[in-house]
């Protein structure tokens, strides 16, 4: 039976490992989208957002479901608006908020994103049993919910996580 300075070790070096792979991940994307597809990773995510939430979609939904401030999320709406990738316009019902949505050409690059995306998870997921892939889903939910929790956040619902995810993986399947 491991002893708590074991598991404080234990913890310190996989959460190390963790935030690794966080940089890692997010840098590979990054220039994986920008190289690949011409759209940052967080165009690309908020792309994704608009496209799998039923409209209207808010730039607080964004915020939300990127886990970012919504005057960030905001700014960088803003660029997308000024190139053409999404329309925004003032909300009828509460004229504090805005309503996103894709322009054409924001779907063109969506679907070129999608592609790249696709791609990208064939190459990183490909040496992974199906049993591993279920385990580090099992366990990487477990530690976010951890984290949500530290953060004094509502950890989502079961079902809530995985209405997200379904809403994520059909934009998703379209690629496949």
């Known amino acids: 039976m491991a002893t708590r300075k074991q598991s404080n070790e234990s913890f310190n070096v996989a959460f190390l490992q963790l935030h690794n792979l966080m940089g890692l991940m997010t840098k590979l994307e990054e220039w994986t989208y920008y190289h690949k597809a011409q759209v940052t990773y967080q165009q690309y995510l908020i792309l994704i957002v608009v496209e799998s939430n039923k409209p209207p979609v808010s730039e607080s939904v964004i915020a939300q479901r ?72 099992v366990l990487a939910t477990k530690l976010r919910n951890r984290v949500f929790t530290a953060l004094g956040q509502e950890v989502p619902s079961p079902e809530d996580d995985q209405a997200v995810s379904e809403q994520v993986i059909r934009v998703y399947k379209r690629m496949e």
């Open 66 to 137: 990127l886990q970012r401030n919504l005057n960030s999320i905001s700014m960088i709406v803003d660029r997308m608006q000024k190139t053409g990738l999404l329309d925004r316009k003032w909300s009828e019902a509460d004229r504090r908020k805005t309503e996103v949505k894709l322009t054409r050409k924001g779907k063109s690059m969506l679907e070129r994103a999608l592609k790249v995306g696709a791609e990208l998870r064939q190459q990183l997921g490909s040496g992974f049993t199906a049993e591993e892939l279920e385990e580090l889903t």
